[in-house]
């Protein structure tokens, strides 16, 4: 079965630093989402992507999904406190109306 | 637009009773998914429901039980709570769950404590 691994499971940054998080599956993936949420809150989604080679930008925040449709990467840039929390992606299973979820990576930021 | 709302967003049972959490969508949007996450489980699919009905139901037991009314709010039921089922659930909705082209909005969600 079709599998999201999501890595580092956990990212501890200095504020202004660079840093990326990757999703990678085992299969072509359909259509690929991007979610951040803070401790015990729901998911606020970031982005989504679906076509090969596609790169989408959200303030600081870039995603962009391979040619082979098997990893995303989501890139953070000058890291701010407000970052902080835990990143999952999900992705379409096929065509049953469910998502597929990574563990998610938590992301620290220090001051 | 108001987003989705849960209610109620915490809930202490005791094992063997049961409970009922309420997702309202956000306005327009007639598929609401149902997600249990868990520190060791991660973000687990339950159900989801398009126009009253279920389409498609994850691999839970069946004291998991869901329903949607006309207006699209959906309710979810779990009976016979186990220690286990403590979980914060989240309820998602789009406009109509076509996965790849949509776009699933969270609620905030519904903390469950079993004891």
């Known amino acids: 079965s079709q599998e999201l691994e999501q890595s580092p499971q956990s990212l501890i940054v200095q504020e202004g630093k660079n840093l990326t998080i990757n999703c990678t599956s085992s299969k072509t993936l359909y259509g690929l989402y991007w979610y951040k949420q803070k401790y015990g809150e729901g998911l606020i989604f970031l982005m989504m992507?679906?076509?090969g080679g596609e790169e989408k930008s959200h303030e600081k925040i870039t995603a962009k999904l391979d040619e082979k449709k098997q990893q995303s990467s989501l890139h953070i840039t000058a890291s701010q406190p407000s970052h902080a929390g835990i990143y999952l992606c999900g992705a379409d299973k096929g065509s049953n109306y469910q998502l597929i979820w990574g563990a998610g990576t938590k992301l620290i930021i220090k001051p | 637009k108001a987003g989705v709302t849960q209610t109620p967003r915490y809930l202490i049972k005791t094992r063997g009773q049961q409970v009922t959490l309420s997702c309202s969508p956000i306005?327009?949007?007639?598929?609401v998914s149902w997600y249990q996450q868990t520190p060791g489980q991660g973000l687990q699919f339950l159900f989801e429901y398009f126009s009253e009905t279920q389409r498609n139901k994850g691999n839970f037991p069946g004291r998991f039980s869901g329903r949607q009314f006309s207006n699209s709010r959906s309710e979810m039921n779990v009976s016979t709570l186990e220690l286990g089922d403590s979980a914060l659930y989240l309820c998602?909705?789009?406009?109509?769950?076509?996965?790849?082209?949509?776009?699933?909005?969270f609620g905030p969600g519904t903390r469950l404590t079993v004891l």
């Open positions: 306005s327009g949007h007639r598929s």
């Open positions: 992507l679906q076509k």
């Open positions: 998602a909705s789009s406009l109509d769950g076509a996965l790849g082209t949509d776009t699933q909005y």
